[in-house]
């Protein structure tokens, strides 16, 4: 059950992908030829208003066919795009007729769905409920800044520096984000499970301790000496809290998997830490099979990862794409085609290379 459901989420994600380029086409007014959902043989088709809708062999994600374009494959994969050789006859509808700007909407379509749908997931999430840590004092250190600022046992957290606490994880990353202050602002609710709830205002210096972020570089965290109830519960959200929650975590999801990337390309991060299909499709299974809010979480994070993944520029992903149109609108003229296909070949070695390198770690950790 766990693998059947990873799989319907790692192909689901790949077409959302491809309905943001299909939808934008359309709404451009550029015709699409093909929207099939898997790739490979065409197993079951039907045509409406020009677009010909299929079923394919192979079921993980699907593509789309814009008119006007010549694909070097017929498919796509999650780690692939579209991919551009010679221009058909310049109809009015077809992609290359389009002024830069309008083909530049297209290629953008399918990351920024990528991001929409893991917004939407978090946004689920938090609006179903979600068991975890409130941002309630379960305990202070002695003589800590909190305990000395006046912060009580039970008091809960609502705000620091104007921004809203929701979860108790809040509370460190907001207190890492203004560290640089002298002091900072602290909105509690006293007694808040009681009528007469009272909500107190403080100011508190935090102190500094040498320690290390999630890449295991040397870093410089802020602590005001507080801890945790240690008691998980179902937190309760509001659909404007939803909201509040579902684009902050949307926003910390893309600066991780950004951050992700940069040390990976720098070295900071071991290549061995590339995970492929296998490995994703083995995380969210074991994760489906133990808690399903964890899953749509996990799915809103790949999503994220898939849509920022396509963003890089890298010819036959829609970053790569993105750079040939932004060259066009720079210098008024095409990229030449020789080296266009030139770019291509390499960009495709490099995509496979990299699908090769998450296989090989994915079968090392499976066997390992």
């Known amino acids: 059950m766990g693998l059947a459901l990873a799989l319907i989420a790692l192909c689901f994600l790949v077409l959302f992908h491809e309905l943001g380029h299909f939808l934008i086409a359309r709404l451009c007014g550029i015709g699409v030829e093909v929207f099939s959902i898997g790739f490979g043989k065409k197993l079951c088709t039907f045509t409406h208003k020009g677009t010909q809708y299929a079923i394919s062999l192979i079921p993980l994600g699907g593509y789309v066919k814009l008119k006007g374009l010549e694909y070097s494959a017929d498919s796509h994969t999650s780690n692939t795009s579209h991919t551009l050789q010679s221009p058909r006859a310049q109809n009015a509808d077809s992609y290359e007729s389009k002024p830069p700007i309008v083909r530049l909407l297209v290629l953008f379509g399918g990351p920024v769905f990528n991001l929409l749908l893991g917004f939407l997931l978090y946004f689920g999430i938090c609006l179903n409920g979600a068991v975890g ?3 309630v004092v379960g305990g202070l250190q002695e003589d800590s800044p909190a305990q000395k600022a ?3 046992a039970g008091d809960r957290i609502i705000k620091i520096e104007g921004e809203n606490i929701f979860l108790w994880q809040d509370i460190s990353n907001v207190l890492q984000k203004h560290a640089s202050l002298n002091a900072l602002k602290f909105l509690i609710q006293r007694d808040f499970k009681d009528a007469d709830s009272q909500t107190i205002e ?9 320690g290390q972020n999630m890449f295991k570089e040397p870093q410089t965290q802020a602590f005001i000496g507080i801890y945790a109830t240690q008691k998980a519960e179902l937190l309760q959200f509001s659909p404007l809290q939803s909201l509040q929650i579902a684009w902050r975590k949307t926003l910390e999801s893309t600066h991780f998997i950004a951050q992700s990337i940069a040390k990976l390309a720098s070295g900071v991060v071991s290549v061995r830490e590339v995970s492929g299909v296998v490995g994703m499709t083995n995380t969210l299974s074991h994760v489906a099979q133990s808690d399903l809010v964890a899953f749509f979480g996990f799915c809103a994070l790949l999503s994220i990862n898939l849509g920022l993944i396509n ?3 890298i010819p ?5 794409q993105i750079l040939f149109v932004l060259y066009e609108m720079l210098t008024r003229k095409k990229p030449n085609e020789r080296i266009l296909r030139l770019l291509s070949f390499f960009g495709l070695a490099f995509i496979v290379a990299i699908m090769l390198l998450g296989l090989f770690n994915d079968m090392t950790r499976l066997i390992y």
């Open 316 to 320: 036959l992903l829609d970053g790569g």
């Open 202 to 210: 403080l100011f508190i210096t935090p102190f500094f301790k040498q």
């Open 133 to 135: 840590l409130a941002p």
């Open 150 to 152: 006046g912060i009580l």
């Open 311 to 313: 963003l890089l520029p």
